[in-house]
């Protein structure tokens, strides 16, 4: 019913920029709160930066002041823009959303995840 693709991923020398996109599509009433996780090699998944609909953002510690998150509600997408990264943000960032279905029913949806590489 609801589907999450994300684009923007790639292989970035350190201290480059990357902007990921995630766009949402299929059937469904409206949409809450978006962001993305990523998941390194070996380590657990982590929250990376989120988004309300009204455009309250939270971001981890370690982006904080290099990532910036945004979203275009007309589009029902949510970006992330990347800044000064580092072979620390080598991973795989998934997007995630809040969604309100047609019949009232909150789903939670993850698109398949995007790779960011990080490497001289």
């Known amino acids: 019913q609801v589907h999450l693709v994300e684009s923007g991923g790639g292989l970035v020398q350190p201290g480059g920029s990357l902007r990921l996109s995630c766009a949402a599509s299929?059937?469904?009433?409206?949409?809450?709160?978006m962001g993305w996780d990523r998941q390194a090699p070996g380590k657990r998944r982590e929250l990376v930066a989120s988004i309300t609909r009204d455009g309250a953002t939270n971001y981890a510690d370690s982006v904080k002041g290099r990532f910036t998150i945004s979203r275009d509600n007309a589009k029902n997408t949510v970006y992330l823009e990347t800044n000064s990264l580092t072979p620390e943000d080598t991973a795989v960032y998934y997007c995630h959303a809040g969604v309100v279905l047609n019949g009232g029913t909150f789903y939670s949806g993850w698109g398949q995840g995007t790779q960011v590489t990080v490497s001289s």
């Open positions: 299929g059937s469904f009433f409206s949409i809450n709160a």
